[in-house]
């Protein structure tokens, strides 16, 4: 936790695109790893079936590893983002929150955030999650282009009254 929290400072104060990039290639790999070796597994697995876009069984491995471990911050950032791409907004948000408790400064789970809220129309709020994101990384591209489209949204859904 005390190297992901100073990795995360120089995130935060890097104005370098390429140092930001590295930095957060290390957070990955930092938040990615765990002490025991079942419930890194369970996650290798889970990142293999994802990927194979088998999003069940993959959320299976995920909530197996949340529950082995519940202070792993990436167990539930991962089942949070299952949970996204099955259309599960509210268990995917109530895993970013339990992400986030873990590590506040989780860019994966505050951008998830934002996605999570582009999705259920609630554009404030998304404008709001991608600019924490970009607090705490300020190089994101995604970040910014995302923030961008959502304040689009937003501004769109103020002129039509909805």
């Known amino acids: 936790a005390e190297l992901s929290e100073r990795l995360l400072d120089e995130l935060q104060a ?46 299976k491995r995920f ?5 082995l471990e519940p202070g ?43 996605l999570v809220m582009l999705k259920l129309e609630r554009y404030r709020e998304a404008v709001e999650a991608f600019e924490d994101t970009q607090e705490v990384c300020p190089t994101s591209r995604s970040a910014t282009s995302n923030k961008a489209f959502a304040e689009a949204l937003q501004e769109k859904s103020l002129r039509l009254g909805v």
């Open 63 to 67: 909530l197996h590893a949340a529950i």
């Open 72 to 114: 792993w911050a990436e167990a539930w950032n991962r089942l949070a983002t299952v949970n996204y791409l099955l259309g599960f907004y509210d268990e995917s948000l109530a895993e970013i929150d339990k992400t986030l408790e873990i590590v506040p400064r989780h860019f994966g789970a505050l951008s998830g955030r934002g």
């Open 14 to 59: 890097t104005d370098s695109p390429a140092r930001a990039a590295k930095l957060e290639s290390l957070l990955w790999q930092t938040w990615y790893f765990h002490e025991d070796e079942a419930a890194r597994q369970l996650l290798r697995d889970g990142s293999d079936l994802l990927a194979e876009g088998d999003l069940d069984e993959a959320k």
